[in-house]
């Protein structure tokens, strides 16, 4: 049971450029949200998907997009990378929002911007 | 501003030891208390999940407790193994914020032999 997998786990982009990174789960989970993890700080939720088709924003939304079409998948977009862009980011599932189910988080992606 | 504040930031315990790790939150109302273990270059596990009327919830050596009077809670590891040595993240759900994960900052443990 291979659980949330994200993809890569590593990127090194250049300041202006645009990337996807994927998100998938096998858990037939509604609930799907990207978070940055930054040192010092919790995990901050960027966006979030409650199914298929429907997506809203977290705390710190602004430089990000995602979209769901399919309810394993929820890829998130960086428009044009910044320097304040350079985290790690984390995909989590869950079968709601918070009905008191623990969420599932992939390994993370390392995401350099120079 | 709804807040989890943890600490200490970080313990080095011996191998074999107890040790507990403190939470305390500032969110209200709040549905439930979460604790969630990171290994390092990992992705955060779920240790415990507690809602306002429990007060003590296990999961092997790990033990949590709460106050949802003081508005604190620990986590509490017995006979402690290299293997313990993570973040441990406390987490509350602010039943106000659209039931918004907040995060506190985690305790990193290093366990030694």
């Known amino acids: 049971n291979a659980g949330v997998t994200q993809t890569p786990k590593f990127q090194v982009l250049k300041t202006g450029q645009s990337m996807t990174l994927q998100c998938a789960q096998d858990?037939?989970?509604?609930?799907m949200s990207w978070y940055r993890q930054d040192p010092g700080m919790g995990l901050r939720l960027i966006h979030y998907?409650?199914?298929?088709?429907?997506?809203d924003q977290g705390e710190v939304p602004n430089g990000y997009n995602v979209s769901r079409s399919t309810t394993e998948d929820f890829p998130l977009r960086l428009l044009s990378a910044a320097p304040s862009q350079t985290s790690v980011y984390f995909c989590?599932?869950?079968?709601?929002?918070?009905?008191?189910?623990?969420?599932?988080f992939g390994d993370g992606t390392r995401l350099s911007i120079l | 501003k709804n807040q989890v504040e943890q600490s200490p930031q970080s313990l080095i315990i011996l191998e074999g030891k107890n040790c507990t790790l403190q939470c305390n939150y500032t969110v209200s109302p709040f549905s439930n208390l979460r604790w969630y273990k990171q290994d390092t270059g990992r992705g955060p596990v779920s240790l415990t999940i507690m809602t306002f009327s429990e007060n003590t919830k296990s999961n092997g050596r790990y033990t949590a407790t709460l106050d949802a009077d003081t508005k604190q809670s620990s986590l509490h590891i017995t006979a402690s193994q290299l293997s313990d040595s993570a973040s441990y993240i406390c987490?509350?759900?602010?039943?106000?914020?659209?039931?918004?994960?907040?995060f506190g900052k985690g305790t990193t443990l290093s366990v030694s032999s």
């Open positions: 858990m037939n989970h509604e609930y």
């Open positions: 987490v509350v759900t602010d039943n106000q914020a659209g039931t918004a994960l907040i």
């Open positions: 989590a599932s869950s079968y709601s929002r918070d009905r008191g189910e623990p969420q599932h």
């Open positions: 998907s409650v199914g298929a088709g429907i997506t």
